[in-house]
């Protein structure tokens, strides 16, 4: 049995399909989250999927009191991987306090307390967000593009979360740290036990593209067919959440069980450009269910393409995106289907 | 009479001299301070020097409940000026994670606080650390000139803050905000009943100057004389405590009182370069105290020359630096003969 990591945001979209894989790997888990925006019952999807029943405590990070007992409750707690954040973009536009008090107060909590039980390494949820508006100058971004100033209070969280880590360890506190700059992460877990649950309308393309599909949404809109790109649809990096959450296993044994440097960042992508158009086609090709789709004007703060250099991940890392667009886009649909038949959307 | 202030970090080097000059402008004063870095004494000094006493509450503004009930006990404060903050840019280097919480978490308390108690005006102490690192690309430097990332945590504390506010108007908070770019501040109340109390050895120019004529430090170390000014020492612009204050008077007035836009920035300086060496020959020639100091290399760190152009300040707040440099001086030795004189310092 390897270490127990703290997974923080557990029962949400990537932390649970991390929680699968760090225990298929071996590690036991112990989950935090609010359930602000997940439910109990991922727990035992989770159970259900890898035969192991994470330890859960519902907490809000936020609580300083709250998550030193749990630090407490599991004295071998060794690592965290923290999820647990507020992450709609358009809501941070609306409530930008609530987000720079949730997503920092948070942060700065576990690195405080991190020294205090002795836990040597975190995991950062960061994003592409930080290389930022406008387009990056140079494709495949690496991981040493310019940092932009970000275009919502969400992404500017992660950049001045990025930046406390790194004071942090420059201050010489006793630990180390990964980023993973995450590209943008679909699918759900081939079982279709866990997947995306989007609140409301969904603001990314692919559960727009299932709700779609299933009737649930009249019309897919593709904002702009005229950007300066192959078939003028926008294009981005589509990262199959499993492979994402293999990253994070990768990443773990890498803080922990390595002499790798203090703080390193990793983006987290395919390597591969896909245009909202292919998206569209490959997604009627691999269902063979007719989405019902128009194009629309371009929508104000897309930036137009980008997409990842994954060689850093791959080459020190050990660790490559693997799935297919078209079992990415079925697994996909085959949760859309089980959300469906199970009355829940 | 006009509207209550509350003042945070009002028994601070600036907060005092700025509750000290709104006093004299016929505002009433709430002090909020938890006096971590001053001393509760200093309400003694301000109703000395104005006749009247402001009211005093020892809270941290980190405590959302505390800070709340001080708005419910004083129902009139129609304005706030923040200058509650950690402020020390080498402990920061130290402790980024004290500094990150107390200095993001008492703003966004405060910000949250405003609209619940229908508080309409926020002025904020920046700082001109905000244009950063290297050199400024244009002399003198005007509020448009870009935002460099942060030296320090306690740098980037100013600019993440200063991105709150705007996020938050930009969210539509009922709120107007001024941010006030301050450059070097220096001196004491001519009263010599207010000052500069630095604390162990002093991280600024003139209290160093000052405590060396006094005999507390050996020697004055002038950082570099290589570097490309008129006489080779680093050039800042020294702004005195006083004036500082009273553009503070200036901004709230037009923030409570104008239809002014809604998020304002304003450098506050005087407008001229002054070289080290010149401080130290200005300072030997207005007290006619002798200076033991010597050059020594470079610091690390260190920017080479930069100063305000203060037009903007000077034309829409009708606020002006009027101190002259040898006045100002007199004033910071008058204050360390005080502090000699009753055996603080």
Known sequence: MKQTILVTGGTGFIGSHTTVELQNAGYKVVIVDNLSNSQANVVDGIEKITGVRPAFEQVDCCDFEAMDKVFAKYPDIAGIIHFAASKAVGESVEKPLLYYRNNIVSLV????LMPKHNVKGIIFSSSCTVYGQPDPENLPVTEDAPIKPAESPYGNTKQVNEEIIRDDINSGAPIKAILLRYFNPIGSHPTAIIGEMPN???MNLI???TQ???GIREQLKVFGNDYDTPDGT???DYIYVVDLAKAHVKAMERVLDTDSDKLEVFNVGTGRGVSTKEIVDAFEAATGVKLNWTFAPRRAGDIE????NPEKANNVLGWKAETS?????KSAW???EKLRNEGIQ
């Open 207 to 209: 559960p727009y593209v």
């Open 234 to 236: 926008c294009i981005r």
């Open 200 to 202: 409301g309308v969904p």
């Open 212 to 214: 779609t599909a299933m």
């Open 325 to 329: 667009l078209e079992d990415t886009l």
């Open 305 to 308: 393409k980008v997409w990842a």
């Open 109 to 112: 909590n576990l690195l405080e």
């Open 334 to 336: 085959k949760w859309q």
